[in-house]
């Protein structure tokens, strides 16, 4: 399993296997004040051989500070039945959404979304943001 698009949004939802992400690319995140929610959600698209998609896997999601301290976590699973659509040993595009939008950032400061495959050689991603007081005009 590979993490092929790794995005903070401000909205992402999969739809007939399809992930659909409006304003992507987040890297700042402006509030009046803290703590304040976070208002985000991180759209993946994995690419798995078919012996991978069709096994359950597992992807954990956190949200950490930037000493590294968990602030929130999701696990979710992934599996695709294959239909007759894709030839013997074709790579599957399989899309993944994370709702973080309601979690509440502490402070303003550094913060990152890991993402972390529990798949045997699938290597971690971590997104980094950072979290503002929004300036008064």
């Known amino acids: 399993m590979e993490i092929r698009v790794a995005t903070l949004c401000d909205f992402a939802q999969v739809r007939e296997g399809l992930l659909f992400v409006s304003s992507a690319g987040i890297t700042r995140v402006y ?3 803290f703590p304040a929610p976070i208002g985000v959600m991180l759209a993946l698209v994995l690419e798995m051989s078919p012996v991978e998609a069709a096994n359950a896997n597992k992807i954990r999601v956190r949200v950490e500070d930037a000493d590294g301290q ?3 976590e999701m696990v979710g699973e992934v599996q695709v039945k294959l ?3 894709h030839d013997p040993g074709e790579l599957v595009n399989v899309p993944f959404v994370a709702d973080f939008r309601a979690m509440k950032l502490p402070t303003p400061g550094r913060y ?3 993402i972390h ?3 045997e050689g699938a290597n971690p991603v971590a997104l980094g943001f950072r979290a503002a007081v929004r300036a008064k005009a």
């Open 70 to 72: 968990k602030l929130a």
């Open 112 to 114: 990152q979304v890991a």
């Open 31 to 33: 509030r009046e004040s």
């Open 83 to 85: 239909g007759s659509g």
């Open 117 to 119: 495959p529990e798949v």
